[in-house]
């Protein structure tokens, strides 16, 4: 997604961007779970209560920068999930 929106933020008209996504993000900024099953955060529940959300704030803080730069620019994403919770989307 950053990679799309710094393209995006280059085009000479207004872009629009589509995702399609199917799971949490395991890596980089918008991490918001890692790869191993042990410690897993898979519902919304989770986050309320506090469970195993050791990414969730770091995740939140890059992805509020990112709609920063999508405001700025009046860039659309049109994202297609499977379920918001799982891939950080809040």
């Known amino acids: 997604l950053n990679i799309a929106i710094t393209l995006a933020e280059c085009a000479p008209m207004t872009p629009r961007i589509l995702t399609f996504i199917s799971g949490p993000c395991t890596i980089g900024g918008g991490k918001v ?4 099953f042990q410690k897993t955060m898979r519902t919304q529940d989770d986050i309320y209560k506090g469970d195993n959300v050791e990414h969730f704030k770091k995740a ?3 992805y509020e920068e990112l709609a920063k730069r999508l405001i700025s620019k009046k860039i659309v994403v049109d994202m297609f999930v499977f379920t918001l919770d799982q891939f950080g989307a809040l």
């Not at 779970?33 to 191993?36: I, K």
Request: net charge negative; hydrophobic share 30%; aromatic share 14%.
């Open 33 to 36: 779970v890692d790869v191993s």
């Open 60 to 62: 939140e803080k890059y």
